[in-house]
């Protein structure tokens, strides 16, 4: 089965020092995921950034955390260490769950993607609601576990304890590459 890598709000606002909501500790994934993205892209993986992507202080988001992540912003922008190819897709969000009110079920669909593996930033918030959302449109959801952080580890742990009981299957980026390699072996 087809299947796509997320990355989701892996941006300046948050990973960059200069960012309206800077987490430094976020950016310790930052290894694990060029590897993971790479691994992708040369396994014909689809790679799909889902990025915060904001307008007005009307926006959701903006309403709960201010105005960040301005469209057309450097804020806005993916970090450099993780800089999309031409073959990626790169899907804005204005929500903490990546399928709502976005395209990003219908490029999946449009591709024949089943499997939706997950990594980025805010573990308790964005990536989780995106595995549930994933979930609940059909979709065969993995997180990769070095490939994920958040700010707050207690919170961290909580949700990763829900998803792994009622969402998908959390593994590490080098089990899932291992997984990746004996299906195309088959």
């Given at each position: 089965m087809k299947s796509a890598l997320l990355v989701i709000d892996?941006?300046?606002d948050y990973l960059h020092p200069d960012g309206l909501l800077y987490c430094e500790r976020c950016r310790e994934i930052i290894p694990a995921l060029v590897k993971a993205?790479?691994?992708?892209?040369?396994?014909?993986?689809?790679v799909?950034?889902?990025n915060t992507n904001l307008e007005n202080k009307n926006d959701l988001l903006a309403k709960r955390w201010g105005l960040h992540a301005v469209k057309g912003?450097?804020?806005a922008q993916v970090?450099?260490?993780l800089r999309p190819d031409a073959g990626d897709l790169i899907?804005?969000?204005k929500s903490y769950n990546a399928f709502f009110n976005t395209s990003l079920d219908t490029e999946l669909e449009q591709q024949g993607i089943k499997n939706i593996t997950i990594s980025g930033i805010h573990t308790h918030v964005?990536?989780?609601?995106?595995?549930?959302?994933?979930?609940e449109l059909g979709y065969n959801v993995t997180v990769?576990?070095?490939?994920?952080t958040t700010d707050n580890e207690a919170m961290r742990k909580t949700r990763l304890t829900f998803f792994n009981t009622h969402v998908g299957e959390m593994i590490s980026s080098d089990e899932w590459k291992r997984r990746i390699k004996a299906d195309l072996l088959k």
């Open positions: 892996m941006i300046n993205i790479t691994f992708a892209r040369e396994n014909t993986i689809q799909v950034y889902v912003s450097f804020g970090i450099d260490e899907i804005p969000k964005c990536v989780l609601l995106t595995a549930v959302g994933g979930f990769l576990e070095d490939c994920i």
